[in-house]
Antibody
């Protein structure tokens, strides 16, 4: 069965950094584009970042709200995807979901989410 | 950015009734390959989102055929026939044609 398991969340102060991780299993990770999507408390969903596969040069894409502060990366040998978050702001407080693109469609697989709280 | 307008914001229905949710985009969602990357997700209470329908009308894995999707260009509809208790939650449309991908604001379905 497909599994995406996020980890590394927590409470940080504004301007600090945090790196969250997502461990994937049950599908051919190296063939799948990976995404991070977030959800602020009581709010809707917001796409954050995307990383493509090796044949696509691991191209990355970011929402304007995080561009220049967040970095998505992947390690195909470990079936892991990461989100390095620098210069965090209070408005980055959210549940962060790891999601994978299957052979069929984007957003086919979702993790359970990891909470990131930015507060002084 | 493409704006996704979802209506209504909430619905209250009895078990066995049918409901429809509308999603309208500010731009056509037809990609250069001819496909339309409009998808529907359900977020059940306390859960992560789950894919229901992809590319307008294709059922996700394990999704019952009580769910159906229609539409084209800028105007899309999710229909749930014979609502069941397990269908409660928030439904989102999302477009994956144009970057950045954007979500509708959600429709909360409650069971009477």
């Amino acid at each position: 069965a497909v599994q995406l398991v996020e980890s590394g969340g927590g409470l940080v102060q504004p301007k600090e950094s945090l790196k969250i991780s997502c461990a994937a299993s049950g599908f051919t990770f190296s063939n799948a584009a990976m995404y991070w999507v977030r959800q602020a408390p009581g709010k809707g969903l917001e796409w954050v970042a995307r990383i493509r596969t090796k044949p696509n040069n691991y191209a990355t894409y970011y929402a304007d709200s995080v561009k220049g502060r967040f970095t998505i990366s992947r390690d195909d040998s470990k079936s892991m995807v990461y989100l390095q978050m620098d210069n965090l702001k209070t408005e980055d407080t959210a549940m962060y979901y790891c999601t994978a693109e299957s052979l069929t469609t984007v957003f086919d697989y979702w993790g359970q989410g990891v909470m990131v709280t930015v507060s002084s | 950015d493409v704006v996704m307008t979802q209506t209504p914001p909430s619905l209250s229905v009895a078990i066995g009734q049918s409901v429809s949710i509308s999603c309208k985009s500010s731009q056509s969602l037809v990609y250069s390959d001819g496909k339309t990357y409009l998808h529907w997700l359900l977020q059940s209470p306390g859960q992560s989102p789950k894919l229901l329908i992809y590319q307008v009308s294709n059922l996700g894995s394990g999704v019952p055929d009580r769910f159906s999707g229609t539409g084209s260009q800028k105007d899309f509809t999710l229909k749930i026939s014979r609502v069941e208790a397990e269908d409660l939650g928030v439904y989102y449309c999302v477009q994956a044609t144009h970057f950045p991908f954007t979500f509708g604001s959600g429709t909360k379905l409650e069971i009477k």
